[in-house]
């Protein structure tokens, strides 16, 4: 199978998967698009080489794409963390419907009580719209117990040096930054348009 009909078959499975029933605004709890879960994932898997045989942590994993679609590609083991039990529920049947009885582990908490040590984070986090610098609790937790880090970033032409400082007093060195367009269907009250395309950054980290 050449590389666009893999990434076409994993787009399609997780097209398929349930998102939140009752999303929250305060969370920001948008169900990362399936397009962008799969570039994520062939950034992270196919170009350099971080999630086949690896063990795989999404913190704020919501219904599960990215966690799910790690396993898909060859993740040893997964874990998918979330503070709201609801997303959790949902990305364990997201699992059962892919047939997935593997190692995958939902953990139901905020991310500040997660302990070990895992090859490789991959993570949406909120983006600071809501709550002003929600997305730096997630750098620093994914640095503090991961060797690499793939994390989504709202593009801003300040964010991207304010996230390098961030990143190096945490011990981290950037090493790659990827441009992808994120689209958002209407969701909430306050939006005013059917969908949205936010310019975001993935940025590949490694902890030094």
Same mark, same amino acid.
């Given at each position: ?6 990434? #076409? ?27 962008? =879960?799969?570039?994520?994932?062939? %950034?992270? +898997?196919?170009?350099?080489?971080? %999630? ?17 679609? =790690?396993?898909?590609? +060859? &993740?040893?083991?997964?874990? +998918?963390?979330?503070?709201?039990? #609801? =997303? ?8 059962? /419907? @892919? ?21 490789? *984070?991959? /993570? ?6 809501? #709550?002003?610098? &929600?997305?730096?609790?997630? *750098?620093? #937790?994914? @640095? ?7 994390? !989504? ?23 790659? !930054? ?31």
């Amino acid at each position: 199978m050449n590389l666009l009909m893999r990434k #076409k078959t994993l787009e399609l499975l997780l097209q398929r998967l349930k998102p939140h029933p009752s999303p929250k605004a305060w969370l920001e709890q948008y169900t990362i698009p399936a397009d962008v =879960a799969v570039e994520v994932l062939f %950034i992270a +898997g196919v170009m350099h080489k971080d %999630i086949v045989g690896k063990r795989v942590v999404d913190l704020g994993c919501g219904t599960g794409r990215l966690a799910l679609g =790690a396993m898909l590609m +060859g &993740a040893s083991e997964v874990y +998918g963390v979330d503070v709201d039990p #609801k =997303a959790v529920e949902v990305a364990r049947w997201n699992q059962h /419907q @892919l047939g997935l009885n593997g190692n995958v582990h939902w953990i139901a908490s905020s991310i500040e009580c997660l302990r070990g040590r895992f090859d490789t *984070v991959i /993570q949406n986090p909120p983006f600071g719209v809501r #709550k002003r610098g &929600a997305d730096r609790v997630f *750098v620093e #937790k994914a @640095l503090e117990i991961a060797r690499v880090v793939y994390s !989504l970033h709202k593009h801003e032409a300040k964010s991207i040096e304010f996230i390098k400082r961030m990143v190096e007093r945490e011990g981290g060195r950037i090493t790659g !930054l990827f441009r992808l367009n994120l689209r958002i269907p209407w969701m909430f009250e306050f939006h005013h348009k059917k969908s949205h395309v936010v310019k975001v950054d993935l940025y590949r980290v490694e902890r030094v």
